[in-house]
């Protein structure tokens, strides 16, 4: 079993095989330039000190402004890169690193979060609460970070098939079709980034499994305790999915 500084050793002088898998995990060549290379570029600092000294003050990450979604895949692709080139350390490595990915992720996480404090607009609550309840259309208000649905119409709850009091609390993800998942993480970070509404189409999923595809609007309604995505689904036109 080895040490923390060794591991951190290990880091530097195995990178350049690390990138190697890195990329083919990729397949494509991570642009040097890109905020998530430096992202990447400043978790390896992190990790290397951490490991090197048994601790390391708070991930430096002033100037990043990055989608979380898009990052964590390649903090993930890198992980296992990081396993597979260790070979038969490669679960006391991850061991080793699972914990300051984690702490990584959580100050990223508190980073966007305090931008947004500072930039979101104060909504005020609505006035007729009952009014959502009476529109045709599917409503769904979805908390941006966790990706859990807070609030629900019956609209909603007849598109998806599922109760509204099973709906709440249940993660978007769960409904959307494969092909619609990375699209959706997207929307969602950008209206956690900027109070522009959002139109897009979706594949959702029923809770039969069946397609469902939609035309969505998204708003964003900023709370003191967190932020929302407004959003309206209407089924689409003639129910055809584009090829």
Same mark, same amino acid.
């Given at each position: 079993?080895?040490?923390?500084?060794?591991?951190?050793?290990?880091?530097?002088?195995?990178?350049?095989?690390?990138?190697?898998?890195?990329?083919?995990?990729?397949?494509?060549?991570?642009?040097?330039? #890109?905020?998530?290379?430096?992202?990447?570029?400043?978790?390896?600092?992190?990790?290397?000190?951490?490991?090197?000294?048994?601790?390391?003050?708070?991930?430096?990450?002033?100037?990043?402004?990055?989608?979380?979604?898009?990052?964590?895949?390649?903090?993930?692709?890198?992980?296992?890169?990081?396993?597979?080139?260790?070979?038969?350390?490669?679960?006391?490595?991850?061991?080793?690193?699972? %914990?300051?990915?984690?702490?990584?992720?959580?100050?990223?996480?508190?980073?966007?979060?305090?931008?947004?404090?500072?930039?979101?607009?104060?909504? #005020?609550?609505?006035?007729?609460?009952?009014?959502?309840?009476?529109?045709?259309?599917?409503?769904?208000?979805?908390?941006?970070? &966790?990706?859990?649905?807070?609030?629900?119409? %019956?609209?909603? &709850?007849?598109?998806?098939?599922?109760?509204?009091?099973?709906?709440?609390?249940?993660?978007?993800?769960?409904?959307?079709?494969?092909?619609?998942?990375?699209?959706?993480?997207?929307?969602?970070?950008?209206?956690?980034? #900027?109070?522009?509404?959002?139109?897009?189409?979706?594949?959702?999923?029923?809770?039969?499994?069946? %397609?469902? %595809?939609?035309?969505?609007?998204?708003?964003?309604?900023?709370?003191?305790? &967190?932020?929302?995505?407004?959003?309206?689904?209407?089924? &689409?036109?003639?129910?055809?999915?584009?090829?």
């Amino acid at each position: 079993m080895r040490g923390g500084f060794e591991w951190a050793a290990w880091l530097v002088a195995r990178r350049a095989e690390i990138e190697r898998g890195l990329r083919a995990r990729l397949g494509t060549p991570l642009d040097a330039g #890109s905020v998530e290379s430096e992202a990447l570029r400043r978790f390896r600092s992190f990790a290397g000190s951490a490991l090197g000294r048994g601790g390391a003050a708070a991930p430096a990450l002033d100037g990043l402004r990055l989608e979380g979604a898009r990052f964590g895949r390649l903090l993930d692709a890198w992980l296992a890169a990081a396993e597979a080139a260790a070979g038969a350390g490669g679960v006391e490595l991850r061991a080793q690193l699972a %914990p300051l990915a984690e702490r990584f992720r959580e100050a990223l996480r508190d980073q966007r979060a305090a931008r947004r404090a500072r930039a979101a607009p104060r909504v #005020s609550r609505r006035v007729v609460l009952a009014a959502i309840d009476r529109i045709g259309d599917a409503y769904l208000a979805v908390d941006v970070d &966790s990706g859990r649905i807070v609030d629900a119409n %019956p609209a909603a &709850s007849a598109l998806l098939g599922v109760q509204r009091e099973v709906l709440l609390g249940c993660d978007v993800p769960r409904f959307l079709d494969d092909s619609a998942r990375e699209p959706w993480e997207s929307h969602l970070e950008a209206l956690a980034e #900027s109070p522009e509404p959002r139109r897009f189409r979706a594949l959702l999923r029923d809770v039969h499994g069946l %397609p469902v %595809p939609v035309d969505v609007n998204a708003t964003r309604y900023a709370r003191r305790e &967190s932020t929302l995505a407004l959003v309206v689904a209407r089924p &689409s036109a003639g129910g055809a999915w584009p090829a």
